[in-house]
């Protein structure tokens, strides 16, 4: 394919994705983007969603887990994949795909009332002790228009001291990790893009990109050497999942929000990004992560993948025009 020719395709996408490559590849005219991103909550992805909410204000009556998930089961077996059907995942993907909040109507008020954490039976708002999962929390609580400002303070109290967050602190871990670090760093960012955040709360950020930036998105600290083969894996739905190229989205979403340019740290890994283009011009779904899903929103592996082809293009000219001005 042609660059043109990607471009036409990436368009014939989803709502969800479509107004995004009209607002950030095309640069459509506003009206233009913004009324396909309002049909994300009456076509495609988006409605189908939608349609699967629970009277109680959940999806597959539960928070985190679904209703009937069996935690001593196969579908909890190493390897099997977490299900991705309940609450909190699918705010995260409606969250992302532009979802206007008021489509929700009450959910935030029903999931005040009748939802609680698989964990200790917590209540929905107040968060757990997963960082990651606090982290989901306040971003979803921000976009539902939550006071959510307990859950940001809560992070401000679980920073490791090399500056980034561990899910599993509960368990004893003493370092930071790079997945639980980067969707922490995406929670924060997107809280403080709805209140305006605090003067701790950036802070708190800025040490937790440092964290990442000193490691160079990918590398061990101590060696030098990658941290994981997964670094360099992209597949969608992100999920939880660490990769350079759901870091080097996050930089991008940070750099517009501070108003700074790329941290010239990032260079290999965005050359790593670079070097999984194929010669169409598109990127490769390398994998889906295992797990149960309402349905699938992407192309299975081996495939080129139209959201990895739209995140990878627009982090490269993002990356290239900072490159251009220096």
């Keep these: 394919m042609a660059i043109d020719d990607v471009t036409t395709w990436l368009l014939d996408s989803d709502p969800a994705l479509r107004w995004q490559v009209e607002r950030d590849l ?26 699967l909410q629970d009277p109680d204000g959940q999806w597959a009556g539960g928070a985190y887990f679904p209703a009937d998930f069996d935690f001593e089961g196969p579908e909890a077996a190493e390897g099997a ?3 991705w059907t309940a609450t909190t995942w699918v705010l995260n993907t409606l969250r992302e795909w532009g979802l206007d909040a008021a489509v929700l109507g009450d959910t935030a008020e029903r999931l005040a009332a009748n939802s609680r954490w698989e964990y200790d039976k917590l209540p ?11 982290a989901y929390t306040l971003a979803n609580g921000a976009w539902l228009g939550v006071d959510v400002s307990g859950i940001a303070a809560w992070f401000l109290e679980h920073r490791m001291t090399d500056g980034g967050w561990n899910c ?5 871990s003493k370092v930071s990790s790079f997945h639980s670090t980067l969707n922490v760093l995406k929670g924060l960012l997107y809280y403080e893009s709805v209140t305006g955040g605090t003067d701790a709360l950036r802070a708190a950020r800025h040490a937790g990109e440092e964290y990442l930036l000193r490691r160079h998105l990918y590398k061990r600290l101590s060696t030098g050497e990658p941290v994981a083969p997964w670094v360099s894996h992209f597949a969608y739905p992100f999920r939880w999942f660490y990769s350079v190229l759901n870091a080097a989205e996050y930089f991008r979403e940070a750099s517009l929000l501070d108003g700074r340019s790329p941290d010239p740290r990032m260079a290999e890994a965005i050359e790593q990004i670079r070097a999984a283009r194929q010669p169409d011009g598109t990127w490769i779904q390398e994998r889906r992560h295992p797990g149960r899903v ?16 739209f ?13 251009a001005r220096r």
Excluded: H, M
Aim: hydrophobic share 45%; charged share 30%; aromatic share 14%.
């Design 168 to 172: 599993d602190w509960v368990e004893g």
């Design 311 to 323: 995140f990878a293009t627009r982090v490269l000219e993002w990356w290239d025009a900072s490159d």
């Design 81 to 83: 994949g977490q299900p």
């Design 294 to 309: 309402w349905f699938e929103v992407d192309v299975d592996a081996g495939e080129p993948s139209k959201w990895l082809t």
């Design 26 to 51: 095309v640069r459509a005219p506003e009206d233009v983007w913004r009324a396909t991103r309002a049909r994300v909550a009456t076509e495609g992805f988006g409605a189908r969603l939608l349609a």
């Design 124 to 134: 929905y708002w107040g968060g757990e002790v997963d960082c990651c999962i606090n």
